[in-house]
């Protein structure tokens, strides 16, 4: 995955989530524009926000705002109607490798919106065109975002007010 960090390095946007409303909101901004057939990769170290920006992209995704959204740590994948599609949440921690998502409906899901926790674990089977967000806790506890991909519509997001230095 690094080499997918290095590639698009010149298109990366970085910034600083103070506090978890602040992830909430990018979350939110961002499923405005997801569309069928995207990936939303989330990458970063246990305890990051990459659960809480699952959560909070599937409520705004769905229009359900107390949407219950559960880890899917143990049964790998969750999956929720949207008004525009299908969008499954993959957490792949314990995933053994890309050979198994075939079972978990990988290629099905791909047809909707598939956010994924642990993408390192997709290998090979990681999409190019995906929206790319590692997260990072910081000293301070705040967390650092950087997103990569979706340079077209990325464009069109005012993310300024998301964090500092967007």
């Not at 992209?57 to 705002?65: G, I, S, T, W, Y």
């Not at 792949?92 to 990988?106: A, F, H, I, K």
């Not at 990681?126 to 506890?141: M, Q, R, T, Y």
């Not at 997103?147 to 007010?161: C, N, P, T």
């Amino acid at each position: 995955m690094a080499g997918q960090w290095t590639e698009k390095a010149k298109m990366a946007r970085e910034m600083i989530l103070q506090d978890e409303y602040a992830t909430i909101k990018l979350a939110t901004k961002l499923a405005e524009y997801a569309q069928a057939g995207d990936a939303i990769l989330l990458s970063g170290p246990l305890g990051a926000g990459k659960s809480l920006f699952a959560r909070a992209f599937l409520r705004a995704f769905c229009q359900e705002p107390n949407l219950e959204v559960p880890s899917p740590t143990y049964t790998l994948v969750q999956s929720y109607e949207s008004p525009l599609c299908i969008v499954s949440h993959f957490d792949l921690w314990r995933l053994g490798g890309p050979d198994e998502l075939e079972e978990l409906g990988w290629d099905e899901a791909r047809e909707g919106v598939v956010l994924v926790e642990w993408p390192q674990k997709l290998e090979d089977l990681l999409p190019e065109d995906a929206l790319n967000l590692e997260i990072h806790v910081l000293a301070d506890g705040q967390r650092q975002a950087r997103l990569s991909g979706w340079e077209e519509r990325l464009k069109k997001v005012d993310i300024a007010g998301y964090g500092i230095g967007a």
